[in-house]
């Protein structure tokens, strides 16, 4: 903002205070200090009668009139302390009251509504139902980059996946991909829906988490029309397990941001960037090695700002850690009595691997299926490592993690 002037002069002809001569005293009141003076000339006799009226409803102070030799009248006004408006930004002292340098505020007022941050803010708007205004717990500094990546990065299921190079295939394959798809297709259902809880309640001072967010929820939606045309394309739609149900249930019921952010990006979205290589590298044509390596580009992102959010929020509340891993906790309690990755997921990852049913392909896939297990525990641990966790916090964090893989 530039500096707020002591004094300032304005010449509003003959606009009476009912025609324009407003549009004229307003942006001038604006660029004034509490207590300056504003001198404003007229030859409209009602501007007498009409600017010391206007003058008591918005607290200005008028300070009388005087008659000028040319014929025209002197107004002089003394800009009020309650038509001082805020500017919305972040200088990062806290009060919401900034220089409007355009940064983040550290906390934001629920009272500026849809304002958008640098916009002036006329005192005594309502508070919104805004709960996410802290920095430290919802904005991490990569939020914009990674919102303009996502815009870059957009594509179109329909156009940009060859669905006619898709061959039929033996039996056992195709119930595999079916298979797959459909668990791809209910695990995205989640990653759409549990974000989406969240960013009505981010307040706009934050609105690159609000439009990141956004733009994930697209990359869902497109993924799971993605998964769905390739499981019909199979022949139809697989098994949905009740450890899937259960375990996406437990998403769905968080509250936390920053625990979801951390459960479903960090873990979940994280350990499907490996379940995504794995497809990709044993799909059993090229359209299904390029749904899967487009999804993996936009889980990457996705799993960008889980880490990059929760590694900002355990620098500025280390207590975070203790409740993040009672988070992992109390959901692996909710599966305790789940066998492991369910049944129809593995078997299908197995023939998939397989590209057959015979035993000895078999026996490979089983093999291909235990090492995507192994290098999803290592890049579970690799992120919270990034993240900020001790290795024994990882492992045990990546030990706990639902069977479910999301």
């Not at 549009?23 to 004034?32: F, T």
């Not at 002292?93 to 009272?111: H, I, L, Q």
């Not at 192994?374 to 990546?398: E, N, P, V, Y």
Request: with cysteine; hydrophobic share 45%.
């Amino acid at each position: 903002m530039p500096e707020r002037l002591a004094a300032l002069a304005v010449d509003c002809g003959n606009l009476p205070v009912s025609g324009g001569l407003l549009a004229i005293v307003r942006p001038a009141l604006e660029r004034l200090a509490p207590g300056g003076v504003l001198a404003l000339t007229s030859t409209a006799r009602s501007v007498a009668e009409d600017l010391p009226a206007w003058c008591r409803v918005e607290r200005h102070d008028y300070r009388g009139a005087e008659p000028l030799p040319d014929g025209r009248t002197r107004h002089l006004v003394a800009r009020g302390p309650l038509g001082v408006a805020r500017v919305l930004d972040g200088a990062g002292d806290g009060d919401g009251v900034d220089d409007g340098d355009g940064k983040m505020p550290e906390r934001a007022d629920p009272s500026s509504g849809f304002a958008p941050r640098g916009a002036r803010v006329e005192p005594g708007g309502p508070a919104y139902p805004f709960t996410l205004v802290e920095r430290a717990r919802v904005a991490p500094p990569e939020a914009a980059q990674l919102y303009q990546q996502a815009l870059a990065a957009q594509w179109d299921a329909a156009r940009d996946i060859a669905w006619s190079a898709i061959a039929p295939l033996p039996p056992a394959l195709d119930r595999a991909v079916g298979q797959v798809m459909t668990f791809l297709a209910e695990n995205e259902l989640s990653a759409l829906y549990v974000p989406s809880r969240f960013v009505a309640r981010l307040h706009p001072a934050y609105v690159e988490v609000a439009q990141f967010l956004s733009s994930q929820l697209g990359d869902e939606s497109r993924h799971i029309d993605a998964f769905l045309r390739r499981a019909r394309a199979a022949g139809g739609l697989g098994v949905s397990s009740a450890t899937t149900s259960r375990s996406l249930l437990s998403l769905l019921e968080l509250d936390d941001f920053t625990e979801a952010s951390f459960l479903l990006s960090v873990l979940g979205e994280g350990t499907f960037l490996d379940l995504l290589r794995f497809l990709e590298r044993h799909a059993p044509d090229e359209p299904t090695a390029d749904l899967a390596r487009r999804a993996r580009a936009d889980e990457a992102r996705h799993v960008h700002f889980g880490v990059a959010h929760v590694r900002h929020a355990l620098a500025h509340d280390p207590t975070l850690y203790a409740r993040l891993e009672a988070a992992v906790a109390r959901r692996a309690a909710t599966l305790s009595g789940s066998a492991g990755v369910p049944a129809p997921i593995q078997d299908a990852l197995t023939i998939l691997a397989a590209r057959g049913d015979d035993p000895p392909s078999v026996a490979r896939g089983h093999e291909a299926f235990r090492e995507l297990l192994a290098d999803m525990h290592d890049g579970r641990i690799k992120r919270l490592l990034t993240a900020g966790f001790t290795l024994a916090q990882a492992t045990r964090i990546s030990d706990l993690h639902t069977p479910n893989f999301m």
